[in-house]
């Protein structure tokens, strides 16, 4: 009997490499006469153990990681003297995948299927529920659709957290004679890879996803704007496109329907302010991407001029489960007005880094100590950054923070598109300060002047600092500067660069060489 041996084409697995992996095991297996089917499925998200190969036995996978090609050998030997996946020694053998920590604390919503199906097999989607969403709502009305989307409490995963629904709604509202849906896949922010993990591992979710946004709001085209250092997300997703469109479910009747919705890839000139959603609009126009002021909002005047949906991968990828299960299905998951799931994203000097899905509700201290095991160098935690380049740095003593979009807020951080980066007790927190601004500086789009000037300005007065000269000066210049950049800026790149800065400079006042305040109780 064919035995199936599934072998990521992730890019994480790939750029430890999974592909000299794959190609070993099909000469070995051919070699050794047996009969094996190589999948290249997507990551399981367990990043610390790429290349993850698993081995399935009587419908059960077995998970044996990282693999380096010279591994393959004995595995091959095993197989081949009828060992089954249980029972093979070595001592990379993890057992069956599910079962492995990181991956039984899950609730995989969005990511159901990344590293279960081949992403580009239609088949294997659709075997596994795959447009089980679209097939209700080509069952309901475009306002049947969005109240889905509103019930279920959806937030927009990009970062703002702006309830799905409500855009939707908006977009729908407009009257047009186009509309469009973009996919905001730019996926700059630090830490982050959970876009282009459902990208490359179950892009016909975003398909699906996007397709039910176009029925809701009446919009025909689609496009995915992708950064350009994502070539296997575009590789897969166009094949996925092709092969939908083959099929039926894109084009000028989706599923024989009414409907009309056709769905591009375009590819990004690699600037950070290119995720901001107005500046993505210029760039997919074929102009620099430069910030637009609003009003007029997107969903008024988008792409074009016409009434656009912007969304993140991650909110649109949440839409079948949604339609497909039903919205409370997905709002029983979370805390507060923060419902479902999400993609969190464990990063920097972390043990076990990787995509982590989950309800809301976990805290911060969770989610780097228990999941991620703490910093890969064995030494002790000093922040986190939550939430990108322009999220806050949080100390331990703020670790019991569940993530929450409010509960960030109220201690002056934010989640983000839900990536964490992890420092030690190596690290040095004015220099971080000083990268926030000179990351500022050099992803300006140029257009408002605190954030063009403040940038500079402020690299400028961190190495003063840090040079020792007229500190407690300096340190008050700083914190007005960032007060004008926060309420004075035109986007978010300029309006949030404070959050590091501020967030650093009151977590960590040592290491700007100021004595740290007491808590209050003891003082
Ligand atoms: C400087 C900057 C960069 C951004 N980068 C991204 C990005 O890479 N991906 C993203 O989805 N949203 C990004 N955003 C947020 C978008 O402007 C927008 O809020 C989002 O695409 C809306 O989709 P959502 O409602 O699904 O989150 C960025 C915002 C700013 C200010
Ligand atoms: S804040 Fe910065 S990136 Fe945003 S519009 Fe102003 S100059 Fe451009």
Redesign the pocket.
């Known amino acids: 009997m064919t035995k199936r041996i599934f072998i990521p084409r992730d890019a994480a697995a790939v750029a430890c490499g999974a592909d000299d992996v794959a190609k070993r095991f099909a000469l070995l297996a051919e070699q050794a006469k047996i009969d094996v089917e190589i999948v290249r499925n997507g990551s399981r998200g367990m990043l610390w153990l790429e290349p993850l190969v698993e081995i399935e036995d009587q419908g059960k996978r077995y998970a044996f990681g990282p693999i380096a090609p010279a591994d393959v050998d004995g595995l091959v030997a095993e197989l081949s003297q009828g060992a089954a996946a249980a029972g093979i020694k070595t001592s990379k053998a993890l057992g069956l995948t599910e079962e492995i920590p990181f991956f039984k604390r899950q609730t995989r919503l969005t990511f159901a299927r990344c590293g279960i199906t081949d992403p580009v097999s239609l088949a294997d989607y659709k075997a596994h529920g795959g447009y089980e969403g679209l097939a209700k709502a080509l069952a309901l009305e475009p306002s049947g659709i969005i109240d889905e989307v509103k019930k279920s409490g959806l937030r927009g995963r990009g970062g703002a957290g702006f309830p799905t629904g409500i855009k939707w709604q908006t977009v729908h509202d407009a009257r047009a004679d186009q509309k469009y849906i973009v996919c905001n896949a730019d996926e700059g922010d630090s830490g982050t890879f959970a876009d282009r993990m459902i990208m490359e591992g179950d892009p016909f979710v975003l398909i699906e996803g996007m397709t039910i946004a176009g029925i809701a709001v009446g919009a025909t085209r689609g496009y995915i704007y992708l950064r350009s250092e994502y070539p296997h997300a575009a590789t897969a997703l166009n094949e996925a496109i092709d092969t939908a469109k083959a099929a039926g479910y894109l084009g000028q009747t989706v599923c024989g329907s009414s409907h009309a919705f056709e769905l591009e890839v375009r590819l990004g000139a690699g600037a950070y ?1 290119c995720g ?1 959603e107005t ?1 993505l609009l210029e760039s997919l126009e074929g102009k620099r991407g ?2 637009r002021a609003k009003p007029p909002l997107p969903a008024h005047e988008g792409l074009f001029g016409k009434p656009t949906i912007i969304n993140n991968v991650l909110s649109l990828a949440a839409v079948p489960f949604i339609l497909a299960e039903g919205a409370q299905a997905y709002a029983d998951f979370g805390m507060g007005r923060s419902r479902g799931t999400m993609p969190i994203q464990l990063a920097g000097n972390i043990k076990q880094g990787g995509l982590f899905e989950v309800a809301f509700g976990i805290t911060l201290g969770e989610l780097v100590e228990d999941v991620g095991g703490g910093t890969a160098s064995g030494r002790p935690i000093k922040a986190v950054q939550v939430g990108g380049p322009l999220g806050a740095y949080f100390p331990q003593d703020l670790f019991d923070t569940p993530f929450d979009y409010e509960a960030f807020t109220a201690r002056d951080g934010l989640i983000g598109h839900g990536g964490i980066v992890v420092f030690d007790d190596t690290v040095d927190m004015a220099r971080q300060a000083r990268f926030a601004f000179d990351f ?1 500086a050099i ?6 002047t ?3 000037i403040g ?1 500079i300005r402020g690299r400028e007065t961190m190495d003063k600092i840090m040079g020792g000269q007229d500190r407690d000066k300096n340190l008050d210049l700083v914190a007005d500067l960032c007060n004008t950049m926060k309420f004075g ?7 949030f660069t404070p959050y590091p800065v501020m967030s650093a400079l009151t977590h960590f006042p040592d290491d700007f060489g100021r004595a740290r305040k007491l808590p209050a109780a003891a003082e």
């Open positions: 302010v901001e500046s430069l910030v500022c992803e300006s789009c140029g257009k408002c605190p954030c063009r940038a800026s035109l986007c978010a790149l300029g309006g």
